[in-house]
């Protein structure tokens, strides 16, 4: 249901951005809400924040400051920027379908490995 | 924010075992606690919300118990498929969305 794409190597300080595509339903349903979560090397799952159409976003307090989600309803995409990346934000990143009531992903795409180095 | 602790971190288990996971939250989520499965190189699976509804599609030996801040994912009879990580998340006060650390389940 979501898959997403963007470059796998962003330098030091850049920004990093990724697209998520929603196939199979429409990005304005109110059902659910659109997010990322990543995962660095070896280590567990970090939730980056999330929206829904037409609502506010909300994002990881550690990350409020770089972070930022969007949508494209027109290509039914919504997408991810992380500014001034470091090392530390070597992780594969997934975008997912967050129930808007229970607030669990209940689809996920499969994640695409983004690498910060120079 | 609730913080999460899984425990333990590994488990070898032999498979056909009933095998149990714990997840602790540093405050009461109710039952609002899910369980997800991640294998090598793939997404996160979801498998339990409301600490004990089965998502679509999850066998009946995947269950999940416990509210307020004890929780438990109990694996009935192994399976050489459910080799892998498992992770909670509480769903109780979100935003922020935060998860356990997950527990590694390995082949004994």
């Known amino acids: 249901l979501q898959q997403e794409s963007g470059p796998g190597l962003v330098k030091p300080s850049e920004t990093l951005s990724l697209t998520c595509t929603v196939s199979?339903?429409?990005?304005?349903?109110?059902?659910?809400?659109w997010g990322w979560i990543r995962q660095s090397p070896g280590k567990g799952l970090e939730w980056l924040g999330h929206l829904s159409y037409g609502e506010n976003s909300y994002y990881s307090p550690s990350l409020r400051s770089r972070v930022s989600i969007s949508v494209d309803t027109s290509k039914n995409q919504f997408s991810l920027r992380l500014t001034s990346v470091t090392a530390t934000d070597t992780a594969v990143y997934y975008c997912a379908r967050v129930d808007s009531i229970f607030g669990v992903a209940d689809y996920w795409g499969q994640g695409t490995l983004v690498t910060v180095s120079s | 924010e609730i913080m999460m602790t899984q425990s333990p971190a590994t488990l070898s288990v032999s498979p056909g075992a009933r095998v149990t996971l714990s997840c602790r939250a540093s405050q009461s989520v109710s039952s609002n606690l899910a369980w997800y499965q991640q294998k090598p190189g793939q997404a996160p699976r979801l498998l339990i919300y409301g600490a004990s509804t089965r998502a679509i599609g999850i066998p009946a030996r995947f269950s999940g118990s416990g509210s307020g801040t004890e929780f438990t994912l109990t694996i009935s009879s192994l399976q050489s498929e459910d080799f892998a990580v498992y992770y909670c998340?509480?769903?109780?006060?979100?935003?922020?969305?935060?998860f356990g650390q997950g527990t590694r389940l390995e082949i004994k």
């Open positions: 998340q509480q769903h109780k006060k979100w935003p922020p969305i935060t």
């Open positions: 199979g339903g429409s990005i304005t349903t109110t059902a659910y809400y």
